[in-house]
């Protein structure tokens, strides 16, 4: 039945999706290209040459082009004579084609200027197919050469010439230069509506409207448009897009409108210049009529298809996207159909943007530089998308799953039958009286066999650990008490020497911390699961008692309680939970079995947990609270414990690589492994997020440094942003985590959406400490045990900011980073405006940090002041899956 469902669901996404690719590549039907056109701009540079560095064409590449341009142009436009561009009037001329001939005027006008022009009037005499010339390109819309320069340069030539002579600048440079027009013999008019921010169906149309103007504004002088065309890729300007359908589309209306008017024109440009996008930013490679290696963008007669190969693309796309489901769907049959659906809808959207992007940046003209970046983002894309994925799951299993594969069973046992329990207390520098009201609540247990051994490591100041130890012999021969200083090996190394000294009788070891209040029937409740000799594990949650102290820690504990009533219950589905060292209970003999805790590992609940799955042991998760301890204090805390759990995550990941990678050595299972690597994949991701934010910040710089460069000192360089698709995607994953959260809090733990928004705002505070932890766990291996205090004093506003220097140090370059590019390039574009999007949503986490540790330097700020109260359906998710188990048991 399952897979009868999968299939139906498959079938019925793939459709939708082929469609949808159907949908988008409609043919579009376009005037005919002419037979003939009147002109194209030519530069007859390759993929690997550069006039920069005096990379030429060979005059045989030249004569190659103007073969294939024979017979389909009157007449080409050249912009330079340097090099073997010299001989182009020459070989056009050989094939019939006349020739607008240019001359390149740049900032060296020592040498190179003389130089260019002599040679420029020379060739202009010597052959009779050159009509028309150019001296000089936009050089005052680019101020690239002095006015009065320009000018006795033009007058030169129309001394020199027979033919008439002009300079190619924009229309705004003509209506505001006047007395430029009297030096001329003719406007050549650059005009791209693309530059100009115009809707392609708009654009012929403005072409004409600024023909006419500067007819009107100059009659009688005739007007010749030296460039006029859209590119067909490169960033959006306004309501201008750049694509090869716009691209087709511009150019067949223009070329079906122009003979109406007239016009003389030269289409820009017959072959795309891969060696412009240094200078004009990617779109400077891409327009021309022909690709680099001289074929054809688009078809000049028939119908235009956005993407020519469509059934290909889908059709892989479709492949992936069955592959993926099919991964998602594994060891799935608990799912409903609508989580079903879900993931299929998720899959197909990725694999259709996977195959989407590798296939526009495949279309891209590369360089090393390019490739290496491609590579660097196509990485962070799969990266995003595992996340993304990984999310999905976990969204799909915890809100649309119709019955679970391990329910609880709760039994109880006969005192004789209960086994001998050692509780380990482990200790260091504790306040006494906390200590004293642990114990107590120890010494309440209704339980018949149990010892209590509070092992205080390394407390320096008797006055702290004597009372404690008083205290214990007043409690009874079942509480024992050991001093040990020096004692090596931090929390795992005091759980090391309690094994030591427990008693033989006893076959569990319970582990709570020192500031635990537990529940009296929380061994006699959970002690009978270990009845399953294959139990080595039994775990309760963590939980605090302090939890509406103040609004930090009302934060906090929204926060902690998405982990532990929502990652663990999936988690447990697949006997997969993080074990953590408080509320815990291990078979003793398994514990010795597998060589006790890990003294090099600051994470060794969570390491221990997994070596005792990789023996084939079981785990049992109530989600019930039976201890309630006490929260981080302060935001310096909070920070630390969350540093100490992804650090220590990446030392497990480290030993433990061929256990979770490798099928060999471990007996895990593949549900294990799959939640062992995805449930820390977004910490991993948030450490490389650090380094995609530091590149973000150079790149934006970049973009704003070079668009200063060109505007105020001329300096031909772009840095354009990155792609609107790579861009696109920590949007959608930041949205998507971001429904997710507010979907799966309040159907699965209750909470409110004030709650939910603020525990989301608690969590993402912490995103710059993972990113630390992370980055440093990837590179070390012997950071030192971070001990959380129990009741530390709240520090003041300045030194809560100041906790936050890195996180402070980094919003301000990305708020500036947003200013920068927002200014001077402006958010009308899409790819700019995503990309500004991306930077303000890469500045959050920063922000919450700021946020976060500000409230928390305000303890008297309540819970309720923010609106906060206590999350009370923890509770009843453990009744629930009462509920559940007690249904499936008597199906």
């Known amino acids: 039945m399952h897979r009868l469902t999968n299939l139906i669901i498959g079938i019925a996404v793939t459709i939708i999706s082929v469609s949808m690719w159907a949908y988008i590549n409609q043919p579009q039907e376009l005037p005919l290209w002419p037979d003939r056109i009147t002109g194209f701009a030519y530069s007859p540079y390759h993929a690997d040459q550069d006039p920069r560095e005096q990379l030429y064409p060979s005059e045989e590449q030249i004569s190659q082009d103007l073969q294939l341009l024979s017979g389909k142009v009157k007449a080409i436009r050249t912009y330079s004579v340097e090099g073997t561009l010299a001989a182009i009037p020459r070989l056009a001329r050989e094939q019939n084609i006349y020739v607008c001939l240019g001359a390149y005027l740049s900032r060296d006008t020592a040498e190179r200027n003389p130089q260019e022009f002599q040679q420029f009037l020379e060739i202009a005499k010597g052959n009779r197919n050159v009509v028309r010339a150019i001296v000089g390109n936009e050089t005052q819309t680019l101020n690239t050469l002095d006015y009065e320069e320009l000018i006795t340069y033009l007058d030169q030539a129309r001394k020199a010439l027979r033919i008439p002579v002009s300079t190619a600048e924009s229309a705004r440079v003509w209506h505001q230069r006047p007395d430029l027009v009297k030096h001329v013999d003719y406007i050549a008019l650059q005009i791209l509506p693309y530059w100009e921010g115009k809707e392609v169906n708009q654009a012929v149309d403005y072409v004409f409207n600024e023909v006419e103007g500067l007819k009107q504004a100059y009659p009688g002088k005739p007007v010749i448009i030296s460039e006029v065309g859209w590119p067909s890729r490169g960033r959006d300007r306004n309501s201008a897009v750049a694509s090869v359908t716009n691209e087709a589309t511009f150019l067949r209306q223009f070329l079906s409108k122009a003979p109406e008017h007239g016009y003389i024109y030269y289409l820009m440009e017959a072959f795309d210049q891969p060696w412009k996008a240094d200078i004009e930013g990617a779109v400077g490679a891409y327009w021309g009529a022909y690709d680099?290696?001289?074929?054809?963008?688009?078809?000049?007669?028939?119908?235009?298809?956005?993407?020519?190969?469509?059934?290909?693309?889908?059709?892989?796309?479709?492949?992936?996207?069955?592959?993926?489901?099919?991964?998602?769907?594994?060891?799935?049959?608990?799912?409903?159909?609508?989580?079903?659906?879900?993931?299929?809808?998720?899959?197909?959207?990725?694999?259709?943007?996977?195959?989407?992007?590798?296939?526009?940046?495949?279309?891209?003209?590369?360089?090393?530089?390019?490739?290496?970046?491609?590579?660097?983002?196509?990485?962070?894309?799969?990266?995003?998308?595992?996340?993304?994925?990984?999310?999905?799951?976990?969204?799909?299993?915890?809100?649309?799953?119709?019955?679970?594969?391990?329910?609880?069973?709760?039994?109880?046992?006969?005192?004789?039958?209960?086994?001998?329990?050692?509780?380990?207390?482990?200790?260091?520098?504790?306040?006494?009286?906390?200590?004293?009201?642990?114990?107590?609540?120890?010494?309440?247990?209704?339980?018949?066999?149990?010892?209590?051994?509070?092992?205080?490591?390394?407390?320096?100041?008797?006055?702290?650990?004597?009372?404690?130890?008083?205290?214990?012999?007043?409690?009874?021969?079942?509480?024992?008490?050991?001093?040990?200083?020096?004692?090596?090996?931090?929390?795992?190394?005091?759980?090391?020497?309690?094994?030591?000294?427990?008693?033989?009788?006893?076959?569990?070891?319970?582990?709570?911390?020192?500031?635990?209040?537990?529940?009296?029937?929380?061994?006699?409740?959970?002690?009978?699961?270990?009845?399953?000799?294959?139990?080595?594990?039994?775990?309760?949650?963590?939980?605090?008692?302090?939890?509406?102290?103040?609004?930090?820690?009302?934060?906090?504990?929204?926060?902690?309680?998405?982990?532990?009533?929502?990652?663990?219950?999936?988690?447990?589905?697949?006997?997969?939970?993080?074990?953590?060292?408080?509320?815990?209970?291990?078979?003793?003999?398994?514990?010795?079995?597998?060589?006790?805790?890990?003294?090099?590992?600051?994470?060794?609940?969570?390491?221990?947990?997994?070596?005792?799955?990789?023996?084939?042991?079981?785990?049992?998760?109530?989600?019930?609270?039976?201890?309630?301890?006490?929260?981080?204090?302060?935001?310096?805390?909070?920070?630390?414990?969350?540093?100490?759990?992804?650090?220590?995550?990446?030392?497990?990941?480290?030993?433990?690589?061929?256990?979770?990678?490798?099928?060999?050595?471990?007996?895990?299972?593949?549900?294990?492994?799959?939640?062992?690597?995805?449930?820390?994949?977004?910490?991993?991701?948030?450490?490389?997020?650090?380094?995609?934010?530091?590149?973000?910040?150079?790149?934006?710089?970049?973009?704003?440094?070079?668009?200063?460069?060109?505007?105020?000192?001329?300096?031909?360089?772009?840095?354009?942003?990155?792609?609107?698709?790579?861009?696109?995607?920590?949007?959608?994953?930041?949205?998507?985590?971001?429904?997710?959260?507010?979907?799966?809090?309040?159907?699965?733990?209750?909470?409110?959406?004030?709650?939910?928004?603020?525990?989301?705002?608690?969590?993402?505070?912490?995103?710059?400490?993972?990113?630390?932890?992370?980055?440093?766990?990837?590179?070390?291996?012997?950071?030192?045990?971070?001990?959380t205090p129990k009741l530390a004093s709240h520090s003041g506003l300045a030194s809560a900011i100041a906790s936050a220097r890195e996180e402070l140090l980094l919003l301000i370059a990305l708020l500036l980073s947003i200013y920068g590019v927002a200014a001077t390039y402006g958010i009308e574009s899409a790819d700019i405006l995503f990309w500004v999007a991306v930077l303000v949503i890469q500045s959050l986490s920063y922000l919450a940090t700021l946020v976060v540790a500000t409230i928390a330097a305000m303890p008297d700020w309540s819970a309720r002041f923010i609106g906060l109260r206590e999350i009370e359906r923890p509770e009843r998710v453990y009744e629930e899956i009462l509920a559940t188990s007690s249904a499936q048991d008597n199906s």
């Open 292 to 787: 680099v290696k001289r074929q054809p963008k688009f078809e000049f007669i028939q119908p235009v298809i956005p993407v020519p190969q469509w059934q290909l693309l889908a059709a892989i796309s479709a492949v992936l996207a069955v592959i993926t489901f099919g991964l998602l769907l594994i060891d799935g049959k608990t799912l409903h159909g609508r989580g079903r659906s879900f993931l299929a809808v998720v899959s197909f959207l990725a694999a259709t943007l996977i195959v989407w992007i590798v296939y526009d940046y495949s279309s891209l003209y590369q360089s090393l530089g390019s490739i290496i970046i491609g590579l660097l983002m196509v990485v962070g894309m799969i990266g995003i998308l595992l996340v993304l994925l990984a999310e999905a799951h976990e969204w799909a299993e915890a809100s649309w799953s119709r019955e679970r594969r391990r329910y609880l069973r709760l039994t109880s046992l006969p005192d004789d039958q209960l086994p001998m329990v050692s509780i380990h207390v482990p200790a260091y520098n504790e306040p006494p009286e906390m200590l004293k009201r642990t114990l107590n609540a120890l010494a309440r247990l209704d339980y018949p066999h149990f010892e209590v051994l509070l092992l205080d490591n390394n407390t320096p100041d008797p006055d702290t650990w004597q009372p404690v130890e008083a205290h214990c012999k007043t409690l009874g021969e079942r509480f024992r008490f050991f001093h040990k200083s020096p004692l090596a090996g931090f929390k795992a190394g005091a759980l090391n020497f309690g094994l030591q000294q427990t008693s033989p009788d006893a076959e569990i070891i319970a582990v709570i911390d020192s500031d635990y209040i537990v529940d009296p029937r929380w061994l006699r409740d959970l002690l009978p699961q270990f009845s399953d000799p294959k139990v080595a594990i039994v775990q309760a949650p963590q939980d605090y008692s302090d939890g509406c102290q103040s609004a930090f820690k009302a934060m906090c504990y929204s926060e902690y309680s998405g982990f532990f009533y929502i990652g663990m219950l999936t988690r447990n589905e697949r006997n997969a939970i993080i074990q953590h060292g408080t509320m815990t209970m291990v078979r003793k003999g398994v514990l010795e079995q597998v060589g006790g805790w890990a003294e090099w590992c600051i994470t060794e609940d969570a390491e221990l947990g997994l070596r005792i799955f990789e023996q084939g042991y079981e785990a049992h998760y109530i989600p019930r609270s039976y201890g309630r301890g006490v929260m981080p204090d302060t935001f310096i805390d909070y920070k630390k414990q969350r540093f100490r759990w992804a650090y220590g995550a990446i030392q497990i990941l480290k030993r433990h690589a061929r256990s979770l990678f490798s099928w060999r050595d471990s007996r895990l299972s593949a549900g294990q492994r799959y939640h062992f690597i995805a449930g820390w994949l977004p910490w991993l991701a948030d450490g490389f997020n650090l380094i995609f934010n530091l590149a973000a910040i150079i790149w934006s710089g970049a973009m704003v440094g070079a668009y200063l460069l060109k505007e105020h000192y001329g300096v031909a360089i772009t840095v354009d942003p990155p792609m609107l698709l790579f861009s696109l995607l920590p949007v959608l994953l930041f949205f998507f985590k971001a429904a997710k959260l507010i979907y799966i809090y309040k159907r699965r733990i209750g909470a409110t959406t004030i709650q939910t928004l603020l525990g989301g705002l608690a969590g993402l505070s912490l995103a710059h400490t993972i990113s630390r932890a992370v980055l440093q766990g990837l590179f070390t291996s012997g950071m030192p045990f971070i001990r």
